[in-house]
Protein backbone atom coordinates (compact mmCIF):
# COMPACT_ATOMS: atom_id res chain seq x y z
CA UNK A 1 0.00 0.00 0.00
CA UNK A 2 1.31 3.34 -1.00
CA UNK A 3 0.71 6.60 1.47
CA UNK A 4 1.61 10.14 0.95
CA UNK A 5 1.70 12.42 3.86
CA UNK A 6 -0.92 15.12 4.25
CA UNK A 7 0.68 18.08 2.19
CA UNK A 8 1.43 17.56 -1.22
CA UNK A 9 3.11 19.63 -4.75
CA UNK A 10 1.46 19.84 -8.05
CA UNK A 11 4.78 21.06 -10.38
CA UNK A 12 4.40 22.25 -13.69
CA UNK A 13 7.59 22.69 -15.60
CA UNK A 14 6.56 25.15 -18.63
CA UNK A 15 8.00 26.12 -21.76
CA UNK A 16 8.51 29.54 -20.30
CA UNK A 17 7.36 29.21 -16.71
CA UNK A 18 7.27 26.89 -13.79
CA UNK A 19 4.07 26.53 -11.70
CA UNK A 20 3.76 24.70 -8.01
CA UNK A 21 0.93 24.42 -6.30
CA UNK A 22 1.06 23.24 -2.61
CA UNK A 23 -2.19 21.93 -0.86
CA UNK A 24 -2.88 20.30 2.26
CA UNK A 25 -5.67 17.73 3.56
CA UNK A 26 -8.28 19.62 5.50
CA UNK A 27 -10.66 16.59 5.70
CA UNK A 28 -12.26 15.61 2.96
CA UNK A 29 -11.10 18.39 0.93
CA UNK A 30 -7.85 19.74 0.16
CA UNK A 31 -7.11 23.22 1.44
CA UNK A 32 -4.13 25.92 -0.48
CA UNK A 33 -1.32 26.37 1.43
CA UNK A 34 0.80 27.97 -1.52
CA UNK A 35 1.34 29.09 -5.22
CA UNK A 36 3.83 30.10 -7.42
CA UNK A 37 5.16 30.69 -10.67
CA UNK A 38 8.84 31.77 -12.01
CA UNK A 39 8.94 32.98 -15.53
CA UNK A 40 11.46 33.79 -18.06
CA UNK A 41 10.13 36.00 -20.74
CA UNK A 42 9.24 34.20 -23.63
CA UNK A 43 11.59 36.07 -26.44
CA UNK A 44 14.67 35.39 -24.25
CA UNK A 45 16.36 32.73 -25.96
CA UNK A 46 17.16 30.52 -22.68
CA UNK A 47 14.28 27.96 -22.53
CA UNK A 48 13.12 25.65 -19.41
CA UNK A 49 12.32 23.32 -22.07
CA UNK A 50 13.41 22.55 -25.66
CA UNK A 51 13.18 19.47 -28.32
CA UNK A 52 15.64 17.58 -30.04
CA UNK A 53 14.79 14.95 -32.53
CA UNK A 54 10.63 14.94 -30.79
CA UNK A 55 12.16 13.99 -27.50
CA UNK A 56 12.11 16.82 -24.39
CA UNK A 57 15.39 17.97 -23.29
CA UNK A 58 15.53 19.53 -19.86
CA UNK A 59 18.24 21.65 -18.35
CA UNK A 60 18.10 19.72 -15.52
CA UNK A 61 20.77 21.47 -12.90
CA UNK A 62 19.59 25.05 -14.07
CA UNK A 63 15.72 23.89 -13.56
CA UNK A 64 17.06 22.10 -9.97
CA UNK A 65 18.51 25.70 -9.03
CA UNK A 66 15.27 27.13 -10.28
CA UNK A 67 12.91 25.29 -8.51
CA UNK A 68 15.34 25.65 -5.39
CA UNK A 69 14.80 29.06 -4.96
CA UNK A 70 11.18 28.78 -5.57
CA UNK A 71 10.08 27.02 -3.07
CA UNK A 72 12.23 29.07 -0.59
CA UNK A 73 10.48 32.12 -1.11
CA UNK A 74 6.67 30.69 -1.39
CA UNK A 75 7.82 28.61 1.57
CA UNK A 76 6.46 25.03 0.12
CA UNK A 77 7.22 22.47 2.73
CA UNK A 78 5.76 19.01 1.36
CA UNK A 79 8.50 16.55 -0.37
CA UNK A 80 5.48 14.70 -2.21
CA UNK A 81 5.58 15.68 -6.06
CA UNK A 82 3.35 14.84 -8.86
CA UNK A 83 4.54 15.95 -11.82
CA UNK A 84 3.24 16.66 -15.21
CA UNK A 85 4.46 15.52 -18.69
CA UNK A 86 4.23 18.36 -21.87
CA UNK A 87 1.75 17.26 -24.27
CA UNK A 88 4.11 17.61 -27.45
CA UNK A 89 6.33 14.28 -25.93
CA UNK A 90 3.09 12.14 -25.57
CA UNK A 91 1.34 9.91 -28.10
CA UNK A 92 -2.38 9.84 -27.68
CA UNK A 93 -5.03 7.15 -28.70
CA UNK A 94 -8.39 5.88 -27.90
CA UNK A 95 -8.83 2.20 -28.30
CA UNK A 96 -11.94 -0.17 -27.74
CA UNK A 97 -11.97 -3.29 -25.59
CA UNK A 98 -14.43 -5.55 -24.05
CA UNK A 99 -16.38 -5.17 -21.00
CA UNK A 100 -13.34 -6.41 -18.87
CA UNK A 101 -12.40 -6.14 -14.94
CA UNK A 102 -9.80 -3.50 -13.72
CA UNK A 103 -7.19 -6.52 -13.38
CA UNK A 104 -8.01 -7.69 -16.41
CA UNK A 105 -7.98 -4.34 -18.24
CA UNK A 106 -4.50 -3.51 -17.21
CA UNK A 107 -2.95 -6.11 -19.03
CA UNK A 108 -5.20 -6.21 -22.32
CA UNK A 109 -4.32 -2.61 -22.58
CA UNK A 110 -0.46 -3.67 -22.79
CA UNK A 111 -1.33 -6.05 -24.75
CA UNK A 112 -3.50 -3.73 -27.24
CA UNK A 113 -1.04 -0.68 -26.84
CA UNK A 114 1.51 -2.56 -29.12
CA UNK A 115 -1.05 -2.13 -32.03
CA UNK A 116 -0.77 1.32 -32.04
CA UNK A 117 2.10 3.19 -30.08
CA UNK A 118 4.80 3.27 -33.48
CA UNK A 119 7.97 2.90 -30.70
CA UNK A 120 8.99 -0.19 -28.89
CA UNK A 121 6.93 -0.80 -26.00
CA UNK A 122 10.23 -1.05 -23.82
CA UNK A 123 11.49 2.83 -24.79
CA UNK A 124 7.91 3.87 -23.27
CA UNK A 125 5.56 4.31 -20.17
CA UNK A 126 1.81 4.12 -20.88
CA UNK A 127 -0.36 5.94 -19.15
CA UNK A 128 -4.83 5.23 -19.80
CA UNK A 129 -7.88 6.54 -18.35
CA UNK A 130 -11.15 4.31 -18.91
CA UNK A 131 -13.90 7.10 -20.38
CA UNK A 132 -15.80 6.58 -17.42
CA UNK A 133 -19.62 5.20 -17.86
CA UNK A 134 -19.41 5.13 -22.12
CA UNK A 135 -19.61 2.33 -24.01
CA UNK A 136 -19.56 1.52 -28.35
CA UNK A 137 -22.74 1.07 -30.14
CA UNK A 138 -21.08 -2.73 -29.87
CA UNK A 139 -20.96 -2.54 -26.15
CA UNK A 140 -17.35 -2.14 -25.92
CA UNK A 141 -15.32 0.19 -23.38
CA UNK A 142 -13.47 3.46 -24.75
CA UNK A 143 -9.87 3.70 -23.43
CA UNK A 144 -7.68 6.86 -23.58
CA UNK A 145 -4.23 5.51 -24.00
CA UNK A 146 -1.17 7.95 -23.38
CA UNK A 147 2.27 6.52 -24.17
CA UNK A 148 5.26 8.27 -22.49
CA UNK A 149 8.82 8.04 -23.54
CA UNK A 150 11.05 6.63 -20.58
CA UNK A 151 14.10 9.08 -21.62
CA UNK A 152 11.38 11.58 -20.83
CA UNK A 153 10.52 10.72 -17.61
CA UNK A 154 14.27 9.92 -16.39
CA UNK A 155 14.75 13.43 -16.98
CA UNK A 156 11.88 14.15 -14.07
CA UNK A 157 12.73 12.00 -12.12
CA UNK A 158 16.29 13.31 -12.05
CA UNK A 159 14.64 16.87 -10.83
CA UNK A 160 12.73 15.21 -8.13
CA UNK A 161 15.89 13.40 -6.71
CA UNK A 162 17.92 16.46 -6.84
CA UNK A 163 15.03 18.73 -4.80
CA UNK A 164 14.86 15.73 -2.72
CA UNK A 165 11.12 14.92 -3.72
CA UNK A 166 8.85 11.33 -3.56
CA UNK A 167 7.52 11.42 -6.94
CA UNK A 168 4.00 10.47 -6.10
CA UNK A 169 2.93 10.39 -9.99
CA UNK A 170 3.75 11.77 -13.18
CA UNK A 171 0.99 12.42 -16.01
CA UNK A 172 0.44 13.90 -19.56
CA UNK A 173 -0.47 17.52 -19.84
CA UNK A 174 -4.25 16.96 -20.68
CA UNK A 175 -5.04 14.80 -18.15
CA UNK A 176 -4.35 17.48 -15.16
CA UNK A 177 -6.27 19.56 -17.22
CA UNK A 178 -9.10 18.06 -17.68
CA UNK A 179 -9.16 16.91 -13.97
CA UNK A 180 -9.17 20.40 -12.58
CA UNK A 181 -11.32 22.50 -15.11
CA UNK A 182 -13.74 19.99 -16.86
CA UNK A 183 -17.35 20.44 -15.35
CA UNK A 184 -18.73 17.04 -13.88
CA UNK A 185 -22.00 16.75 -16.22
CA UNK A 186 -21.83 18.44 -20.31
CA UNK A 187 -19.76 18.50 -23.18
CA UNK A 188 -16.46 21.01 -23.67
CA UNK A 189 -13.53 22.18 -25.30
CA UNK A 190 -10.48 22.93 -22.80
CA UNK A 191 -8.01 25.00 -24.71
CA UNK A 192 -5.13 25.55 -22.74
CA UNK A 193 -3.43 28.33 -24.83
CA UNK A 194 0.40 28.46 -23.49
CA UNK A 195 3.76 30.48 -24.99
CA UNK A 196 5.22 27.81 -27.09
CA UNK A 197 2.16 25.45 -27.99
CA UNK A 198 -1.50 25.32 -27.49
CA UNK A 199 -3.43 22.06 -26.84
CA UNK A 200 -7.50 21.71 -27.76
CA UNK A 201 -8.57 18.97 -25.36
CA UNK A 202 -12.71 17.96 -25.55
CA UNK A 203 -14.06 16.51 -21.88
CA UNK A 204 -17.58 14.65 -21.71
CA UNK A 205 -19.21 14.57 -18.20
CA UNK A 206 -15.35 15.42 -16.55
CA UNK A 207 -13.67 12.53 -18.31
CA UNK A 208 -11.20 13.41 -21.31
CA UNK A 209 -11.84 12.23 -24.52
CA UNK A 210 -9.10 13.39 -27.09
CA UNK A 211 -6.62 15.85 -27.32
CA UNK A 212 -5.24 17.34 -30.01
CA UNK A 213 -1.66 19.99 -29.61
CA UNK A 214 -1.68 22.85 -31.86
CA UNK A 215 1.50 24.86 -33.13
CA UNK A 216 -0.15 28.44 -32.85
CA UNK A 217 0.66 29.80 -29.48
CA UNK A 218 1.75 33.02 -27.50
CA UNK A 219 4.88 33.17 -29.08
CA UNK A 220 3.34 32.58 -32.62
CA UNK A 221 1.69 35.97 -31.86
CA UNK A 222 4.60 38.44 -30.81
CA UNK A 223 6.95 37.35 -33.32
CA UNK A 224 4.38 38.06 -36.13
CA UNK A 225 4.28 41.36 -33.74
CA UNK A 226 8.24 41.99 -34.38
CA UNK A 227 7.99 40.83 -37.18
CA UNK A 228 5.17 43.13 -39.03
CA UNK A 229 6.11 46.22 -37.27
CA UNK A 230 9.73 46.34 -37.14
CA UNK A 231 9.66 46.02 -33.10
CA UNK A 232 11.98 43.82 -31.00
CA UNK A 233 10.42 41.15 -29.09
CA UNK A 234 10.06 42.76 -25.79
CA UNK A 235 8.08 45.83 -27.15
CA UNK A 236 6.14 43.08 -29.18
CA UNK A 237 5.12 41.29 -26.26
CA UNK A 238 4.42 44.43 -24.08
CA UNK A 239 1.80 45.00 -27.46
CA UNK A 240 0.33 41.58 -27.27
CA UNK A 241 -0.04 42.01 -23.75
CA UNK A 242 -1.57 45.51 -23.23
CA UNK A 243 -3.32 45.89 -26.31
CA UNK A 244 -3.34 42.26 -28.68
CA UNK A 245 -6.82 42.71 -30.25
CA UNK A 246 -8.22 45.79 -29.23
CA UNK A 247 -8.60 48.90 -31.60
CA UNK A 248 -5.79 51.40 -30.64
CA UNK A 249 -5.28 54.68 -31.21
CA UNK A 250 -1.23 53.65 -31.61
CA UNK A 251 -0.19 52.98 -35.48
CA UNK A 252 2.90 51.37 -36.85
CA UNK A 253 4.45 51.56 -40.11
CA UNK A 254 5.04 48.36 -41.94
CA UNK A 255 5.06 47.09 -46.00
CA UNK A 256 1.05 47.38 -46.00
CA UNK A 257 1.34 50.88 -44.48
CA UNK A 258 0.37 52.31 -41.03
CA UNK A 259 -1.17 49.49 -39.17
CA UNK A 260 -2.52 48.77 -35.36
CA UNK A 261 -1.47 45.47 -33.47
CA UNK A 262 -4.85 43.90 -33.69
CA UNK A 263 -4.73 44.23 -37.80
CA UNK A 264 -1.11 41.81 -37.47
CA UNK A 265 -2.76 39.94 -34.81
CA UNK A 266 -5.97 38.90 -36.59
CA UNK A 267 -5.04 36.27 -39.47
CA UNK A 268 -2.90 34.53 -36.76
CA UNK A 269 -5.85 34.26 -34.82
CA UNK A 270 -8.11 33.58 -37.78
CA UNK A 271 -6.07 30.83 -38.71
CA UNK A 272 -6.08 29.99 -34.78
CA UNK A 273 -9.87 29.71 -34.60
CA UNK A 274 -10.43 28.10 -38.11
CA UNK A 275 -8.24 24.87 -36.49
CA UNK A 276 -10.35 24.75 -33.73
CA UNK A 277 -13.41 24.47 -35.52
CA UNK A 278 -12.03 21.87 -37.77
CA UNK A 279 -11.27 19.89 -34.40
CA UNK A 280 -14.84 19.94 -33.28
CA UNK A 281 -15.92 19.02 -36.73
CA UNK A 282 -13.96 15.94 -36.11
CA UNK A 283 -14.92 15.56 -32.59
CA UNK A 284 -18.67 15.61 -33.89
CA UNK A 285 -18.01 13.57 -37.19
CA UNK A 286 -16.46 10.90 -34.97
CA UNK A 287 -18.30 10.85 -31.79
CA UNK A 288 -21.45 12.21 -32.27
CA UNK A 289 -21.20 15.05 -29.89
CA UNK A 290 -21.46 18.79 -30.06
CA UNK A 291 -19.02 21.10 -28.09
CA UNK A 292 -21.80 22.94 -25.55
CA UNK A 293 -19.00 25.12 -24.19
CA UNK A 294 -15.35 26.30 -24.57
CA UNK A 295 -13.10 26.72 -21.56
CA UNK A 296 -9.63 28.72 -21.43
CA UNK A 297 -6.46 28.17 -19.71
CA UNK A 298 -3.37 29.39 -19.81
CA UNK A 299 -0.80 32.20 -19.72
CA UNK A 300 -2.69 33.66 -22.93
CA UNK A 301 -6.52 33.91 -21.60
CA UNK A 302 -5.84 37.23 -20.64
CA UNK A 303 -4.98 39.37 -23.96
CA UNK A 304 -7.70 41.91 -24.21
CA UNK A 305 -9.96 41.36 -26.82
CA UNK A 306 -9.63 37.52 -26.83
CA UNK A 307 -12.23 36.35 -25.23
CA UNK A 308 -14.84 38.89 -27.11
CA UNK A 309 -13.24 37.23 -30.58
CA UNK A 310 -13.89 34.01 -29.21
CA UNK A 311 -17.20 34.13 -27.92
CA UNK A 312 -18.17 36.21 -31.57
CA UNK A 313 -16.47 33.47 -33.61
CA UNK A 314 -18.04 30.06 -32.06
CA UNK A 315 -21.38 31.25 -30.88
CA UNK A 316 -21.02 29.30 -27.57
CA UNK A 317 -20.32 30.04 -23.76
CA UNK A 318 -16.52 31.11 -23.26
CA UNK A 319 -15.21 31.37 -19.48
CA UNK A 320 -11.59 31.75 -17.85
CA UNK A 321 -10.66 28.49 -16.08
CA UNK A 322 -10.88 28.37 -12.40
CA UNK A 323 -9.09 25.40 -11.19
CA UNK A 324 -9.36 27.22 -7.64
CA UNK A 325 -12.72 26.40 -7.15
CA UNK A 326 -12.26 22.46 -6.60
CA UNK A 327 -9.77 24.14 -3.29
CA UNK A 328 -10.75 25.39 -0.10
CA UNK A 329 -8.52 29.22 -0.66
CA UNK A 330 -8.85 32.38 1.61
CA UNK A 331 -11.16 34.49 0.82
CA UNK A 332 -9.74 37.73 0.48
CA UNK A 333 -7.72 36.11 -2.16
CA UNK A 334 -10.44 34.43 -4.15
CA UNK A 335 -11.09 36.96 -6.84
CA UNK A 336 -6.99 37.04 -7.78
CA UNK A 337 -7.19 33.40 -8.64
CA UNK A 338 -10.72 33.60 -10.28
CA UNK A 339 -8.64 36.59 -13.16
CA UNK A 340 -5.28 35.28 -12.75
CA UNK A 341 -5.64 31.36 -11.49
CA UNK A 342 -6.30 29.84 -14.94
CA UNK A 343 -2.15 29.42 -15.74
CA UNK A 344 -2.10 27.36 -12.40
CA UNK A 345 -4.67 24.91 -13.80
CA UNK A 346 -2.36 22.05 -14.49
CA UNK A 347 -0.58 22.24 -11.62
CA UNK A 348 -3.97 22.24 -9.47
CA UNK A 349 -5.03 19.33 -11.42
CA UNK A 350 -1.87 17.03 -10.42
CA UNK A 351 -2.64 17.93 -6.75
CA UNK A 352 -6.35 16.93 -7.66
CA UNK A 353 -4.93 13.08 -8.02
Not at 58 to 81: M, T
Not at 151 to 158: F, G, I, K, N, P
Not at 228 to 244: C, Q, W
Amino acid sequence: MFFISKRLIGIDIGTSSIKVVEVKKHGSQLKLENYAEVSIPVYINTEFRATEKENLVLPVEQLVKVIEVLFKEAGIKSRDAFFSIPDFTTFFTIIELPQLSKSELKEVVKLEARKYIPVPLEEITLDWELFKGRVSSEGKIRVLLVAIPNEVLYQYQQIASSLNLKVCGMEAEAFSLSRAVAPKKGKVALIDIGERSTTCNFAVDGSLLVSYSLEISGFSLIKKLSQDLSIDYKRADELKRKIGLLQDSQFFHSQKGSVQPREVLLPIINSFTKEIENIFKKVLLKEGKEIEKIILAGGNVNIPGLIEYFKDYFKKPIEIANPFKNLICPPQIEEELKKEGSVFAIAVGLTLR
